[in-house]
C-alpha cells in the first residue's frame, strides 16, 4: 500500500500570480489501497471538515487516474493524515489532489509519467502553482498552453528561509479569485513581467537580496487587501523586522516572509500585526521543501 507525502505549496511568490510556487517543509500524507467499498478517514487538520464521501479532492483526483490510465474504477480506501492548515493559502487542496494522483498512479503500477501527473492536476485544479510544485518539489516555474503545462523545476536559493502567519479564519480560493479584475493596466502587467524575469534570474543566481526585492506585485494582492484584514500592516511589520520580502501565500489569508536564514523577530511582529486588526494567527518557520 504506497504512502505518498505531499509538501505544503506557496503559490505566486508575490509577481508570479498563477506562475510561481515553492514546496514548503510541510507535509500531508495519503494512503491509498483498493478496497470492497469507499472508506475515507481524516486524520489532523480538517479532520472536521474535509468530506469523506465521493465528493473528496483526493478521491476524485484518483478516478481522474484510473480512467487516464484506461482502467476500471475500484473502490479505495483513502486514509489522510494532515498537516497543512485547510484553506489558508498553503496548498491544502493541491495536496490532497496530487496525494489522490500519486496514490492511485503507485497503485495501478505508475501507468503516468510524472509530466501526464502534472499535467492533470493543474486541468483537476485549474491552475498550476500549487500543484506543480506540490509534484516536483521545489521552486517551480509553470505555464499552461491549452492542456498542456510547461514547467522547470528550480532549486531554491540556498540559505532562504520563510516566516508563514496562518490566520485562524480560512478563505477559499474561489472567493480570493472573485475579487480579480478580469482586465489589468499593461503598466501593471509590465510591472510583474519585470519582475518575474529577474526574480527568477535572481534565483538561478542565488542572490537573495535582488529575490526580495523583485517581490513586489500589482496584479492580485492590492485587490485582495480587503479579504485579509490588518494584510498590509503585517506586510510592513515582516519587513521591519528584518524580511527580505513579503507576499500573500498564495490566495491567502497566510501572509508569507521571505528570510535570509532564520529571523525569529519576524514571526512574532507578523502576528502582533495580525491581532491588531483582531485576526489570531498562529506562526510557522518553513524552510524550502528540496
Ligand atoms: N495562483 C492562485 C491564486 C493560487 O492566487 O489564486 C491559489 O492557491
Redesign the pocket.
Known amino acids: 500500500m504506497p504512502l505518498v507525502r505531499v509538501p505544503a505549496?506557496t503559490?505566486?511568490l508575490g509577481p508570479g500570480?498563477?506562475?510561481l510556487?515553492m514546496a514548503l517543509d510541510l507535509y500531508d500524507e495519503l494512503l491509498i489501497e483498493a478496497a470492497p467499498a469507499l472508506e475515507i478517514t481524516v486524520t489532523g487538520e480538517g479532520e472536521a471538515t474535509i468530506p469523506r464521501g465521493p465528493e473528496n479532492i483526493a478521491y476524485r483526483a484518483a478516478l481522474a487516474v484510473f480512467a487516464r490510465a484506461g482502467r476500471p474504477a475500484v473502490n479505495l480506501k483513502i486514509a489522510m493524515y494532515n498537516s497543512i492548515p485547510v484553506a489558508r493559502?498553503l496548498?491544502s487542496?493541491?495536496a490532497a489532489l496530487v496525494g489522490g494522483l500519486v496514490g492511485a498512479n503507485a497503485l495501478l503500477g505508475e501507468p503516468l509519467s510524472r509530466d501526464e501527473l502534472v499535467n492533470l492536476a493543474t486541468n483537476l485544479e485549474g491552475?498550476p502553482?500549487?500543484v506543480a510544485p506540490a509534484i516536483l518539489g521545489g521552486l517551480v516555474v509553470a505555464a499552461r498552453d491549452g492542456d498542456k503545462v510547461y514547467c522547470r523545476r528550480l532549486e531554491p536559493p540556498a540559505g532562504l528561509m520563510t516566516v508563514v502567519a496562518i490566520p485562524q479564519f480560512t478563505l477559499s480560493?474561489r472567493v480570493?479569485?472573485g475579487v480579480?479584475p478580469a482586465r489589468v493596466a499593461l503598466s501593471d502587467a509590465v510591472f510583474n513581467l519585470s519582475r518575474v524575469g529577474l526574480l527568477l534570474a535572481a534565483v538561478q543566481a542565488g542572490d537573495l537580496e535582488l529575490m526580495g526585492k523583485m517581490m513586489e506585485d500589482k496584479l492580485?494582492q492590492p485587490y485582495?487587501l480587503p479579504l485579509v484584514p490588518g494584510m498590509g500592516e503585517v506586510f510592513a511589520a515582516a519587513r521591519e523586522a528584518g524580511a527580505l520580502a513579503v507576499a500573500?501565500?498564495?490566495?491567502?489569508p497566510s501572509v508569507i516572509a521571505f528570510c535570509r536564514g532564520r529571523k525569529p523577530e519576524v514571526g512574532p511582529a507578523m502576528a502582533a500585526a495580525f491581532a491588531r486588526h483582531g485576526v489570531a494567527c498562529t506562526v510557522k518557520e518553513l524552510a524550502p521543501c528540496p
Open positions: 505549496t503559490a505566486n500570480f498563477d506562475t510556487g493559502g496548498g487542496s493541491a491552475h502553482d500549487n480560493t480570493s479569485r480579480l492580485h485582495r500573500l501565500s498564495g490566495s491567502g
